[in-house]
């Protein structure tokens, strides 16, 4: 009898598996809109600042089925990092999580016209220091992508330029 009761569940499961993997919209959740907004940053980009100097390269990928964007920087002095990207439907927000030997941040924000604009808490980890840091994405005609962070020391009153680099994909 438990053999029989195995079988039948074994062949439940299977059935469902199969008619589960054949309705897109169930098992792909992050493929509506609202999960595509940053996908003009996916790619592997060479990053540049605005004299034309090699700030560093990047890869960001879509993983987990559509659903996180990571981003791997290797920065042209040798330091590195790596960002989680995703778009949280409760909070109706991008939130990106990024952490390196010596920085921790946590942003969240959206679209606002072309560019993604996201804004957080950025920690000092040897400093033991919080600033807020502004990130804004911006596809350029070109192709290319500006990353722009600005930077509050006092809370969001004023902000002073904390990074300004320019993607260009890299043939693969």
């Known amino acids: 009898m438990s053999t029989l009761r195995s079988s039948a569940f074994a062949a439940v499961f299977v059935s469902l598996s199969v008619s589960a993997g054949t309705d897109s919209s169930a098992t792909q959740p992050c493929s509506r809109e609202l999960f ?8 592997s980009w060479e990053v540049k600042d605005p004299a034309g100097k090699l700030a560093g390269h990047n890869v960001i990928t879509a993983e987990q089925n559509g659903c996180v964007i990571m ?5 042209a002095s040798g330091t590195g990092g790596m960002s989680m990207n995703y778009y949280e439907p409760r909070a109706g927000r991008w939130k990106q999580n990024w952490v390196s030997p010596d920085l921790v941040l946590e942003m969240s924000g959206g679209m606002q016209g072309d560019s993604m ?5 950025m920690q000092y980890l040897g400093k033991e220091q919080t600033t807020l840091l502004r990130g804004t994405w911006t596809p350029l005609p070109d192709g290319r992508v500006r990353q722009h962070f600005v930077e509050s020391k006092d809370g969001g009153k004023t902000w002073e330029e904390w990074f300004d680099g320019y993607y260009t994909r890299q043939r693969q």
Do not use: K, M, T
């Open 36 to 43: 595509r907004q940053f996908d003009f940053w996916l790619g």
């Open 71 to 75: 981003e791997r920087w290797q920065g």
């Open 117 to 121: 604009i996201l804004e957080g808490p």
